[in-house]
């Protein structure tokens, strides 16, 4: 099984990056993995160019369903934000939910296994906590900014296989 783990993060210059890992199993769709069972297969960032909102979510859902047509992933499960200790009215959170909208419909066309989790979601749907599976997540890939996405793959292949 493959499962496509997506996380937004919308950095100092406003222009929302979606970072995607792809893990895989070579296990039936029966059977759950443990993590030695699983590898990366692939990673990779998205950054949109476009000046204005509008084109960013464009460019970031075309880009999401060219690389899902490629890719072929059995899941995907795009990370959402954690609900914050205090509301913010700040536009990051807002750039980031729309960003997540546009990235997960455009997911869920191709992939009928697609899910939105936030992070403590994750850690359920894992069996653990978020904080587990992010460190299990981290033997998997190198870069630290992917390790939300790799959470989010891993989950997936641990709670979508039905």
Do not use: H, W
Not at 41 to 53: G, I, K, Q, R
Not at 61 to 69: C, D, K, L, P, Y
């Amino acid at each position: 099984m493959r499962a496509l783990g997506l996380c937004i993060d919308i950095p100092a210059s406003k222009k929302p990056t979606v970072r995607a890992v792809v893990l895989q199993d070579s296990l039936p769709a029966d059977q759950v993995p443990t993590l030695s069972d699983v590898i990366p297969a692939d990673c990779f960032e998205v950054v949109s160019t476009s000046s204005d909102l509008a084109g960013q979510l464009k460019e970031l859902s075309a880009a999401i369903t060219g690389r899902i047509e490629s890719l072929r992933p059995d899941i995907v499960v795009v990370r959402r934000a954690d609900r914050p200790p205090k509301a913010s009215n700040q536009d990051g959170p807002r750039f980031r939910l729309m960003s997540e909208g546009a990235v997960a419909a455009a997911a869920r066309m191709l992939v009928g296994k697609t899910t939105i989790r936030t992070g403590k979601e994750c850690g359920r749907a894992y069996g653990t906590s978020k904080s587990d599976v992010e460190v299990d997540a981290a033997t998997l890939v190198a870069k630290r900014q992917l390790f939300p996405a790799a959470a989010a793959a891993l989950c997936g292949l641990v709670a979508d296989r039905d």
